[in-house]
Nanobody, 127 residues
Framework: QVQLVESGGGSVQTGGSLRLSCAVF????????MGWFRQAPGKEREGVAS????????YYADSVKGRFTISQDYAKTTLYLQMNSLKPEDSGMYYC????????????????????WGQGTQVTVSS
């Protein structure tokens, strides 16, 4: 069993930065893929970034490329999302997710099929 706990959300102005963290409790060594997703009110949950835990390969949604960076600590017990140059459209609830399986990079940014989810952390960017 795996539990994910996000933290680091908050309110910032346009152009600001935030660093989200996701603590992984349980059998983290079994996880092969982790990702960050976000959901704004009235919108579907969308993938932001993903990382394959064994290789460190990362993938990003076009909307965040060059601004966001996903990473993991050496022990692979914490997932991070560094968010720079934030825009109002980046606002939403951000979720950490983890999966036992491997999928294509494109599908790694789709929320369907991820085994575990955190409770989310709110990010609000004001103009």
């Amino acid at each position: 069993q795996v539990q994910l706990v996000e933290s680091g959300g908050g309110s910032v102005q346009t152009g600001g930065s935030l660093r989200l963290s996701c603590a992984v409790f349980g059998y983290s060594y079994t996880l092969r893929l982790m990702g960050w997703f976000r959901q704004a009110p009235g919108k579907e949950r969308e993938g932001v970034a993903s990382i394959y835990t064994s290789t460190g390969s990362t993938y990003y949604a076009d909307s965040v490329k060059g601004r966001f960076t996903i990473s993991q600590d050496y022990a692979k017990t914490t997932l991070y999302l560094q968010m720079n140059s934030l825009k109002p459209e980046d606002s939403g609830m951000y979720y950490c997710a983890a999966d036992y399986g491997v999928r294509t990079p494109e599908s790694s940014l789709r929320p369907n099929g991820y085994n575990y989810w955190g409770q989310g952390t709110q990010v609000t960017v004001s103009s």
